[in-house]
DNA sequence: ACCTGAACACCGTTCAAGT
DNA sequence: ACCTGAACACCGTTCAAGT
């Protein structure tokens, strides 16, 4: 109906900056640079204004990242859960999950602490996973702590990814490790990363054994 | 044999720092404020010198918490494995494990990119738990993946005891989630800590899991 | 060899001043 | 309402100078 909002005269000033396209340009910096380059000043510089002027819309570097965090979250898949069963459903959402934050492991220690009332989209997604496990008859009491128990173990899988490829390495102290070290020389030779094996082999574990024990027919 | 080192006549001027001194205040000052409160010059100020002395034993932070981080592992308890069996043995090593290190949550990412060869103490619990899986005849090629899956669990489980206990509330958006809103309520009557709660059956079903599909006898 | 004090190149954040 | 520029209180780290 209103022709415009109520303005003095002159060119209606509009605002350079807002959420949408502030998160959007930290997130190509960090896509290009990674994430010690997100700096209040240098993401400012990209956008051409002062670092004062993020200020004005964001109100701590905290939140921004909250604000980053809300927009990678929509890059994991849910939609397997409409589709296939239980437990093929949640090992395809866990998979994808891990994947999207291997990307942006500064971001976890974010989501971890982050009440869920302040993403809505993190808590769409428990919705669609509660919703299933409870029509998979999971007992109620037992839904949360499976959803809790599997997001540590793939924020923690997550987190290994940034591991070096030779971490495991001992070197001179080969002597004093004998089992250890032939185990690594073991998972080497399957030609198999040993962060993606590792990941696969819990995952599975997990699923099984959180559907088994949680089953209300136990 | 020799009396002492070469040295010019007048007193011996001993240094005041040292690896082990510097390690134990910056742990103390950690217990006592926080990792936040860990700074180079708070650290140094407690130590009664100045910032840029402790830089003629220690050659970066990174390096410090790595120092941390060794001394820390040394609380953790993997003395289970030489009395109990295996399954309640990783099943108590990791409960040990994650309570450490819900107390030490900075030093996380700290060690999940941190060579073994640089911990040695780190790559002795290593060893301790890979003869351990190997003598209850898990198959080679599954020993490191079945380590790196538990640690993995359990660094994510330590994380999620930072969350705070209203982490859940879903406040005004319970209408659009009545599976999750509800399951939280349900998780709660058991009076039951989330994160422990989740922990307990996590580790429950990794261990079970990880056991019976990494056996040889499958 | 080991310590001090000053300095450097950054951080995140605040705030008076402009339009 | 929104931006600039200067400033503040920190960081980790370096380095010449002293003993």
Tied chains: 1, 2.
Aim: charged residues 20%.
């Amino acid at each position: 109906m209103s022709e415009a909002a109520p303005r003095r005269a002159g060119r209606p000033r509009k605002a350079i900056l807002d959420r949408e396209r502030i998160t959007l340009h930290a997130l190509e910096l960090v896509s290009v640079d990674g994430y010690e380059a997100l700096t209040m000043q240098r993401l400012a510089k990209s956008l051409g204004v002062a670092a004062s002027a993020l200020y004005n819309h964001v109100s701590s570097k905290q939140d921004l990242l909250q604000w980053i965090q809300e927009l990678v979250m929509t890059e994991v898949d849910t939609s397997v859960f409409d589709r296939e069963p239980l437990s093929e459903a949640l090992i395809q959402w866990a998979t994808s999950y891990r994947d999207v934050f291997a990307q942006h492991i500064p971001l976890i220690p974010v989501i971890a602490v982050l009440p869920v009332s302040d993403s809505p989209r993190t808590l769409n997604m428990y919705e669609r996973v509660a919703q299933s496990l409870r029509t998979a008859e999971l007992r109620d009491e037992a839904i949360v702590p499976t959803i809790v128990a599997l997001e540590s173990f793939i924020f923690g899988s997550a987190m290994d990814t940034a591991a070096p490829h030779d971490i495991f390495e001992t070197r001179n102290h080969k002597d004093a490790t004998p089992n250890f070290t032939q185990a690594v020389s073991d998972q080497r030779a399957t030609g198999l990363n040993t962060s993606d094996d590792s990941f696969q082999r819990g995952l599975y574990a997990l699923v099984a054994g959180l559907l088994a024990t949680g089953s209300k027919n136990e």
